[in-house]
């Protein structure tokens, strides 16, 4: 009943961009936080970026702040992770994330999880 579900992940050169969606199903989007989480090879997953139920919005590290950007549809029940200026050590598969509290930047304190997208960013 709960479905999350990533898409526009792929190849992308160094200093590219690329959107990526997440689309819910199964609750009300805007009732919940969505947090957009990243896995590399070999590496802990870490928070990305969280927008709220009141539509506040987090970003989990410096290197991100203005170059990625988080919004969402309600209309459409979903939410975006646009991308800017990519770099080498921004390759990872991202996951998006939901919970019926405010924003975490833990993976742990969520339960509903997409499959993930993976994003290349190679030249």
């Known amino acids: 009943q709960l479905q999350l579900v990533e898409s526009g992940g792929g190849l992308v050169q160094p200093g590219g961009s690329v959107r990526l969606s997440c689309s819910v199903s199964?609750?009300?989007?805007?009732?919940?936080?969505t947090t957009w989480f990243r896995q590399a090879p070999g590496k802990e997953r870490e928070g990305v970026s969280c927008?709220?139920?009141?539509?506040?919005?987090?970003y989990y590290a410096d290197s991100m702040k203005g170059r990625f950007t988080i919004s969402r549809d309600n209309t459409w029940n979903t939410v975006y992770l646009q991308m800017d200026s990519l770099k080498p050590e921004d390759a990872a598969v991202y996951y998006c994330?939901?919970?019926?509290?405010?924003?975490?930047?833990?993976?742990?304190?969520?339960?509903?999880w997409g499959q993930g997208t993976r994003v290349t960013v190679s030249s």
């Open positions: 927008i709220s139920q009141s539509d506040g919005i987090i």
């Open positions: 199964g609750f009300t989007l805007e009732y919940y936080a």
């Open positions: 994330a939901a919970r019926f509290h405010d924003c975490s930047g833990d993976s742990r304190h969520y339960a509903y």
